[in-house]
């Protein structure tokens, strides 16, 4: 596997040397990002970062031995974002996304696969998480989505689709969304996804089987900014109070806040 394209000279031995001292501690970790997709789609994008995805309980010990190796280490976010940066290039460690839901669990690792990634044979994150995780990603500034239908297209035969079900629950909606558009971005390629699939959340479609309180707003999983309207003045329930959304309200205003000071 060719890295993406154009990353800073010195960015490998960074991001190689990170993974030298996690490996060499024991410490279990995925390949996510540009990385990931390029194992599993063969698409290649630039990028200055390289992220690994850890479990939440590995977190401390994780940021604890980089430290020590002398890595420039911060916790941006507490509920989801560690960062490990040299100059202009750094390392996400992830534990879960930024809305608080796809914690990294015993299941990311049982199912990953082994990849060529930086000319080392490493741990990448399995295309049914990636889709889980990319799903929800629709901001004003950033969209998912072709790396969804991207993800269908190479790996949608070999998913375990129950496995995705699963994983998507109640946010069902989110995933049958990309599927009809997937049949729309590639209209020759629709046994990429098993029938049955989108056939189950179509009859519950039907039956109005989306659950949720009357005022209840799922917006801000989707979009940190572009639902405030919503819980802000409209009076809807901001879905990440709810207990399955691992966001403290001082952990939303964060990153609310980081939001509004990117836009300008």
Same mark, same amino acid.
């Given at each position: 596997?060719?890295?993406?394209?154009? *990353? *800073?000279?010195?960015?490998?031995?960074?991001?190689?040397?990170?993974?030298?001292?996690?490996?060499?501690?024991?410490? @279990?970790?995925?390949?996510?990002?540009?990385?990931?997709?390029?194992?599993?789609?063969?698409?290649? $994008?630039?990028?200055?970062?390289?992220? !690994?995805?850890?479990?939440?309980?590995?977190?401390?010990?994780? !940021?604890?031995?980089?430290? +020590?190796? %002398?890595?420039?280490? #911060?916790?941006?976010? &507490?509920?989801?974002?560690?960062?490990?940066?040299? %100059?202009?290039?750094?390392?996400?460690?992830?534990?879960? &996304? %930024?809305?608080?839901?796809?914690?990294?669990?015993?299941?990311?690792?049982?199912?990953?696969?082994?990849?060529?990634?930086?000319?080392?044979?490493?741990?990448?994150?399995?295309?049914?998480? =990636?889709?889980?995780?990319?799903?929800?990603? =629709? +901001?004003?500034?950033?969209?998912?989505?072709?790396?969804?239908?991207?993800?269908?297209?190479?790996?949608?035969?070999?998913?375990?689709?129950?496995?995705?079900?699963?994983?998507?629950?109640?946010?069902?909606?989110? /995933?049958? &969304?990309?599927?009809?558009?997937?049949?729309?971005?590639? @209209?020759?390629?629709?046994?990429?996804?098993?029938?049955?699939?989108?056939?189950? =959340?179509?009859? =519950? /479609?039907?039956?109005?089987?989306?659950?949720?309180?009357?005022? /209840?707003?799922?917006?801000?999983?989707?979009?940190?900014?572009?639902? !405030?309207?919503?819980? #802000?003045?409209?009076?809807?329930?901001?879905? $990440?109070?709810?207990?399955?959304?691992?966001?403290?309200?001082?952990?939303?205003? !964060?990153?609310?806040?980081?939001?509004?000071?990117?836009?300008?």
């Amino acid at each position: 596997m060719q890295p993406p394209e154009n *990353p *800073p000279s010195n960015a490998h031995e960074f991001y190689r040397s990170a993974v030298n001292v996690l490996c060499s501690a024991s410490l @279990p970790f995925l390949v996510g990002g540009a990385y990931a997709m390029r194992v599993h789609t063969d698409i290649r $994008r630039d990028t200055k970062d390289f992220d !690994l995805l850890v479990r939440p309980q590995d977190l401390e010990r994780t !940021l604890e031995v980089l430290r +020590e190796a %002398g890595f420039n280490v #911060e916790l941006t976010f &507490s509920h989801w974002l560690a960062k490990v940066r040299q %100059g202009p290039v750094f390392i996400d460690i992830i534990f879960r &996304s %930024g809305n608080g839901l796809c914690e990294v669990d015993d299941d990311w690792f049982k199912f990953a696969r082994m990849g060529e990634v930086l000319g080392l044979q490493l741990p990448v994150c399995p295309s049914e998480e =990636m889709l889980w995780q990319k799903a929800y990603i =629709m +901001e004003r500034e950033r969209y998912d989505g072709a790396d969804v239908q991207h993800l269908l297209r190479s790996c949608g035969k070999e998913m375990d689709w129950e496995r995705v079900l699963a994983r998507f629950g109640p946010d069902w909606p989110v /995933l049958l &969304s990309h599927l009809v558009l997937f049949t729309y971005v590639y @209209p020759g390629e629709r046994e990429s996804v098993p029938h049955w699939v989108t056939e189950r =959340m179509t009859t =519950m /479609l039907k039956q109005g089987d989306e659950g949720g309180a009357a005022r /209840l707003c799922r917006g801000p999983l989707l979009s940190r900014l572009q639902y !405030l309207n919503d819980v #802000e003045q409209w009076g809807y329930t901001d879905v $990440r109070t709810e207990p399955k959304v691992h966001m403290t309200d001082a952990e939303i205003q !964060l990153w609310t806040e980081a939001a509004r000071e990117a836009e300008g």
